[in-house]
């Protein structure tokens, strides 16, 4: 036999049994989306480098350590790798918007979407290196009404997923007028326990301090008297966080203020949040986060755009719900049309009607017995059996039900309405 070959490290396969929880989350997300008015929008799975490397950062370990690079095919022009597969969607949709004159719609634009990232990271529980979000982004409202909106939506997510104690994190960071206060205010207390930092945090704390906070070995002692964002903030953002934590108050939402919660991303500014599972706030296991980035849209070319928005690991969800022993709802109950000799055409034909008529179908095509094939129903996990015989001449069909055995006479035309009454 030939050698199997294996899955890339960091990813996984979606089996059957395993995809109900997914379609649950992603269904809930789709109709949240649609409930909160989002318009849904596509950009490709990978970009230009440069567009994360301005966008993120340099800095960021999306870019700096994570990135996924990819490149033309061999002899091509881009063979070298130029492009890299999306780390997050953000920077991608703020290049459409601009690329395509967004702004001169009508706004606040508000766009979602739901796909797969890339992040070179190295594997573990709840980190891949292929995972989904569900992403909202808002383009052209300053806020704050819409910052605290987006709380509530993920926290909404999160309860109509089944999903019991999350909490939000929010911090604000401030902005270009304050952050370089703030920024300084880190370097010195750093710069004065150097000694005491690992070395990537030594090496941050020149080009990026804020991200010392986000230093997983960082001792807590250090990162409890460290300089906090609230206590540098300008006027300016010190009412506009102020009002977004009476607006979270004002809707009820449950949320504490997370003073190291400075976001891997650059473009952050101001409102920054972040959506734990009480009990499991490592920084690892973050179920989601977003914020502001009012800065991104100039960053990339484009005219100043305030903007906000939020990724949800679908992922983590998925793995938070079956820690919590949620079970995803019961799927559409299957009908699995059955007959005896060479009737397939009228297995396939009555099949047709039924599915027409909104259920869920498997129509067994195969030569075996009427026994075997109701059987194999029941093996697969079909509810009920339509089985084809000579009242169909009549229109008629026998529903069974595989869980009792019962068998009665029905019109084809009623089957839908029998097995859901
Ligand atoms: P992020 O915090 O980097 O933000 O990712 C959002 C969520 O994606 C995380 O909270 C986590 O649930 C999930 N996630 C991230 N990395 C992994 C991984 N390696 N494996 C599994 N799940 C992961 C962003 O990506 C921003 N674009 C969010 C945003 C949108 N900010 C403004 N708009």
Request: charged share 30%; net charge negative.
């Amino acid at each position: 036999m030939a050698k199997k070959i294996g899955a890339p490290r960091g990813t996984h396969d979606l089996l059957p049994g395993e995809t109900a929880g997914w379609e649950h989350v992603e269904a809930v997300a789709r109709d949240l989306s649609r409930r909160y008015a989002f318009e849904r929008v596509e950009i490709p799975l990978f970009e230009r480098v440069e567009l994360f490397a301005r966008g993120l950062g340099e800095s960021s370990d999306a870019v700096e350590k994570e990135m996924f690079r990819v490149g033309g095919a061999a002899g091509s022009e881009e063979e070298r790798a130029e492009w890299a597969l999306r780390p997050e969607p953000t920077a991608g949709i703020v290049r459409a918007y601009i690329e395509h004159g967004l702004h001169v719609r009508p706004g606040p634009l508000r766009l979602w979407m739901i796909g797969p990232m890339f992040r070179y990271d190295r594997p573990q529980a709840g980190r891949y290196r292929q995972f989904s979000q569900w992403d909202v982004e808002v383009l052209g409202d300053p806020g704050p009404a819409v910052d605290a909106e987006l709380v509530e939506l993920a926290m909404r997510f999160y309860a109509e997923a089944g999903l019991t104690d999350v909490v939000a994190h929010v911090n604000s960071i401030g902005d270009a007028a304050c952050r370089p206060g703030y920024r300084q205010a880190l370097i010195d207390y750093f710069g004065a326990n150097i000694e005491r930092l690992a070395d990537d945090s030594r090496r941050r704390l020149e080009v990026n301090p804020l991200r010392v906070l986000d230093d997983k070995a960082l001792a807590a002692d250090l990162a409890d008297a460290a300089p906090k964002s609230t206590d540098h903030l300008c006027d300016a953002c010190r009412a506009h966080f102020r009002a977004v934590l009476d607006l979270l108050d004002a809707m009820g939402v449950r949320h504490v203020i997370d003073h190291r919660l400075v976001r891997g991303l650059d473009y952050y500014a101001r409102t920054t949040f972040e959506f734990f599972v009480a009990g499991r706030e490592g920084q690892q296991d973050a179920v989601g986060g977003g914020g502001r980035y009012d800065g991104l849209a100039e960053l990339l070319g484009g005219r100043p755009t305030p903007g906000i928005g939020f990724g949800l690991g679908l992922d983590r969800t998925v793995l938070a719900l079956e820690a919590q022993g949620v079970e995803p709802p019961a799927r559409v109950p299957v009908v699995a049309v059955v007959g005896t000799g060479d009737d397939h055409a009228d297995r396939l034909r009555v099949a047709g009607e039924l599915r027409a008529a909104g259920l869920a179908v498997r129509a067994d095509t195969s030569e075996r017995k009427l026994g075997k094939q109701l059987e194999a129903a029941s093996k697969v996990g079909a509810r009920w059996a339509v089985v084809i015989g000579e009242e169909l001449a009549g229109g008629e069909v026998g529903l069974k039900d595989l869980e009792s055995g019962d068998q009665r006479q029905v019109a084809i035309d009623e089957v839908a309405a029998a097995i859901s009454g």
